[in-house]
């Protein structure tokens, strides 16, 4: 006569399971930093980094008088470390510093939204898109100067041309790491899609964390 299988191997065992189950869950909710720190990125985890987050943001913001920029600017974590590490906002290099070379998150977001009000005040005098200002933060004020130069909207293509540009002016540096697999070869210099995958991030932190955010594609030159 054949033995039934037993599920979870045995009473106990499954008893185990969920008791270790239900242990790890309190433990994530009492202490957050765990939570930014696990080393798997799921959209719940990294959205939970990012609330955490959220009213310094929100606060920082409000200091430029651009809060309702709160969902665009988290979306802009999310692309840039998904809430990970003392550079959240990959601010180190705006300071003409190295990589990752902050060591403090509050630092860090103090320093990208600072970076963040300037490209958008920038881009205000110069009559661009709120997407161009998006893509400045990834490559550059120049980015704000060539858009301007050149119709005053954002697009892929325009995003590739300069990145050609500063890629010929310094071509050892801008190569991709000599990797021609990567997606950005061969405008290697900053990432030509990063204003459109803000934008996907930030739509989802607004809905997921029921931010009312009021983004728009155009900016008012109005007072």
């Known amino acids: 006569m054949k033995k039934k299988k037993a599920g979870c191997l045995s009473l106990t065992g499954c008893l185990s ?16 930093n765990l939570f930014k ?32 920029y709160t969902a665009l600017v988290l979306g802009m974590m999310y692309q840039e470390s998904k ?10 290099e705006s300071l003409g510093l190295g990589r990752n070379e902050i060591k403090d998150a509050d630092a860090s ?13 920038t881009g205000k005098e110069k009559g661009v898109d709120l997407d161009t200002i998006i893509q400045s933060y990834n490559m550059g004020p120049g980015y704000i100067d060539y858009i301007a130069k050149n119709g005053g909207k954002h697009s892929e293509n325009l995003a ?28 290697c210099y900053g990432d ?12 989802t932190v607004e809905e997921k964390l029921n931010l009312d955010d009021s983004l728009t594609n155009e900016i008012t030159l109005e007072e």
């Not at 008791?19 to 433990?27: D, N």
């Not at 809430?83 to 180190?92: E, I, V």
């Not at 030509?192 to 930030?202: D, L, R, W």
């Open 37 to 68: 720190n696990l080393p798997f990125d799921t959209e719940p985890v990294v959205l939970k980094r990012l609330s955490e987050y959220q009213p310094m943001v929100e606060d920082e913001l409000n200091k430029h008088e651009l809060k309702q």
């Open 160 to 187: 590739k041309q300069f990145s050609e540009i500063q890629v010929n002016a310094n071509p050892e540096l801008y190569n991709c790491g000599g990797n021609k697999s990567n997606f950005r070869y061969p405008y």
């Open 17 to 32: 399971i969920f008791v270790l189950a239900v242990f790890v869950l309190l433990l994530l909710v009492v202490n957050t």
């Open 83 to 92: 809430g990970k590490g003392t550079d959240p906002m990959q601010a180190s």
């Open 109 to 121: 977001i103090k320093q990208g939204i600072k970076q963040f009000s300037k490209n958008y005040n």
């Open 192 to 203: 030509f899609s990063y204003s459109e995958k803000v934008n996907q991030k930030a739509d």
